[in-house]
């Protein structure tokens, strides 16, 4: 007879209240060498870019603004945005919010190894 | 001064409102070679694994299980998991549900070349 694998199941409300910290995500599950993250976000990130990824963000909780150069993206709950490779972006949130975040294992969240930060698994 | 950017954002609400039809995934954003989709499931789908991705199911209304041959995932609202890679699944949903899946873009949602159907954007 098979055994529950319920276990399994990432919840990310419950992933989200283990923690407190700002702009830090951590890792709740992996997918085609992907982290699948999550993270509390509240006021502004340094403006960035990706050389080498997209950059998704789907809201969760709360608002956010995705401030690039020819224009700013507003998202909510239930909504998501893909920044393209290469393109600047800076994240803001008026509020605190709660996003998920897809990128490749090892990606620095700023877009400079000088500054990546260690992974954080969940 | 810069255009607004908002109609950029992806309300997944607002895809799903546009369609009736149970396991036929629209694409509503692409990322780093994947299609990021909305369905709506009701009923079981076929057993079927992905010799070359894993699987990636997070729940936006509803229930589903995801049947596998050592156990069952049980996933809710603010659920996600992802099926390995090579791993024989059978998604299953008693009643109306509707799924964030991200899978690599052109991958057969049965994992077989033979039934893939045409790729749909919404």
Redesign the interface.
């Given at each position: 007879m098979?055994?529950?694998?319920?276990d399994?199941?990432?919840?990310?409300?419950e992933k989200l209240n283990r923690f407190d910290e700002h702009w830090s995500p951590r890792t709740?599950?992996?997918?085609?060498g992907?982290d699948?993250m999550v993270v509390k976000v509240r006021g502004e990130f340094v403006w960035h870019h990706h050389d080498n990824?997209?950059d998704?963000f789907?809201v969760?909780k709360g608002h956010i603004t995705i401030r690039?150069?020819?224009?700013?993206?507003?998202?909510g709950p239930?909504?998501?945005?893909?920044v393209p490779t290469g393109v600047e972006h800076q994240p803001f949130a008026a509020e605190e919010a709660e996003l998920?975040l897809?990128e490749?294992s090892g990606t620095p969240n700023t877009g400079d190894e000088a500054t990546a930060a260690r992974r954080l698994t969940i």
């Open positions: 098979a055994t529950s694998r319920s399994k199941a990432v919840n990310l409300q709740v599950a992996e997918f085609n992907h699948v990824t997209d998704f789907l969760l690039m150069r020819d224009g700013d993206v507003h998202l239930g909504e998501l945005f893909v998920l897809i490749p």
